[in-house]
């Protein structure tokens, strides 16, 4: 049986684990928190101590933590993945990390003489507990087939967008379209709360209509409208407001990388940062029509778009 390592095995890693050992592998797991070990310890993930030590023999890592600095600490670290594999293991990050730390980590796997591929994912927590993830790939020719078979029991579509840093841009730039719809989705929702509309029926008409989208439709932000979103789970994530914020910063990075205007994640990420400051940071993305009610944040709001 073939044994991979997966380190971070939170929302999104601790299904996705879960698929890989459906599929036949035993997997090691890392995480730094005991609640989220405990979880895939009952999925029948190996607990291990050490990234060193859940490395020992694998056929292949993956990695899915929150930004860059974890995975260039795991990765590229002294007593990292890097240091501790042999050279013909296979490394997945499937975080969404941008560009620029993309380009760093396919430095270091050079350097190190490792195989690594970037494959950040879309699909939300949803996508990962079905396995209809889609994936963006960046990496080497030589290696897409031994990583497009590593991905898939996770996933419906995985791409080869490119070589390395490929699979970061398209991600960044999705993910672009799908925070700005989520903060408009919430200010949508607040404005029609307000105008006596209601939520559910107004949803009815919307996905029928022109402002239909992905994220109206299964992170819709009114209580009770789509039973299986966040919103009526007390907003508990799903995707947390602090990990959508961070996806906005790698937007609006990747805009001054290349000199484009990217003002609608502005405005996004403002909004997302005043909700952070009002407590929202680890509530689900969708919890910013909860600020969005307060005339205060409604003046951030105009003050991101002036
Ligand atoms: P999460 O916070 O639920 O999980 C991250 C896990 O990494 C946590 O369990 C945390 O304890 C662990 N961790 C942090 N630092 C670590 C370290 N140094 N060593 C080992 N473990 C460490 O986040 P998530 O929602 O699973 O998201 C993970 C990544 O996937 C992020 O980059 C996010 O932007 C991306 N993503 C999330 C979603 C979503 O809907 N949740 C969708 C697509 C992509």
Redesign the pocket.
Known sequence: MKTIAW???????NPMSKHMMNAGYTVRG????PA?CERAAQNGVQICSSVAEACQGVTAVFT????GS?VK??LAGPNGVFANIDPGTVVID????GIENARSLHGSARKAGRIFAEA??????EGAIAATLTFMVGCEDAHVDRVKALLSPLGAYVAHVGGPEAGQAAKVVNNLIMGVCVAVNCEATALAERLGLNLKAFFEIAIRSTADNWTFRVWNPGVGVVPSAPASKDYQ????TW?LA??LTLAMDAGREVGTTIATAEAAHALLQQHMENGGADLDATSLVLSLKTPAVTGVAQKAIA
Do not use: H, Q, R, W
């Not at 380190?7 to 890693?13: A, H, P």
């Open positions: 380190i971070g095995l939170g929302f999104m890693g890392v995480d730094i928190d989220a899915m933590l929150p930004t974890e600490e795991v499937c975080s969404t990390i950040p994912v879309s699909g939300g927590t994530a799903g995707f947390k990990l961070k996806d």
